[in-house]
């Protein structure tokens, strides 16, 4: 009788052993991010445009870079970002890059407004607890990811700290983010 009870009691402990190792890991990725899974991949989030806040725009004029640089991120995000004057773990950061045209309106002659021609998009999630060491993808509190518009699920950036860091040294200090330009995170 006593055999028995153990052998049910050993299944139990195996099978919830197995349910945890399975689901565990898929569930942490999705606590920390819903576009990170498990070995670190960002996936492109989209719906970004209707799920998410508009930070802030950069208008670029001239360079590969040129048009509008418009900047998303969670509700929720930034609710903490008023609260501690930092990004949460986890945070998701979207730029799109959009080229622009310029006309004249009874507004003003010149006019820039952005187009439908998305260049690219740039995407960080914030890692405060250094989840991915060793991933060329992620370092400094932060994961990078760079999207074209032909293919949304393949994340062309390859090394962070080769394609995306240089453009944020100067940020460096805020946590290489541009916060001046996100009106959105000052709380009124």
């Known amino acids: 009788m006593i055999m028995n009870h153990l052998y049910k009691v050993s299944i139990?402990?195996?099978?919830?052993t197995i349910i945890s190792l399975v689901f565990y890991?898929?569930?942490?990725?999705?606590?920390?991010?819903?576009?990170?899974?498990?070995?670190?991949?960002?996936?492109?989030?989209?719906?970004?445009r209707t799920s998410m806040v508009h930070l802030g725009s950069w208008f670029v004029p001239k360079g590969d870079a040129s048009?509008?640089?418009d900047v998303y991120t969670e509700k929720k995000t930034v609710e903490a970002y008023w609260k501690t004057g930092k990004f949460p773990d986890g945070a998701t950061i979207v730029k799109e890059l959009r080229a622009s045209k310029a006309n004249n309106y009874t507004t003003g002659q010149g006019v820039s407004y952005a187009t439908n021609n998305i260049k690219q998009w740039f995407v960080m999630i914030k890692d405060a607890k250094g989840r991915f060491s060793g991933n060329p993808l992620w370092g400094d509190g932060w994961g990078w990811a760079l999207y074209k518009p032909d293919n949304k699920n393949k994340n062309i950036s390859t090394d962070y700290k080769v394609d995306c860091q240089g453009c944020h040294i100067p940020a460096k200090d805020k946590d290489w983010v541009y916060v001046e330009a996100y009106p959105t995170l000052k709380k009124k």
């Open 12 to 16: 139990g402990v195996i099978f919830s």
């Open 25 to 48: 890991p898929a569930m942490a990725a999705e606590e920390f991010s819903p576009y990170v899974d498990i070995k670190g991949n960002i996936n492109f989030p989209d719906g970004f």
């Open 67 to 69: 048009g509008f640089h």
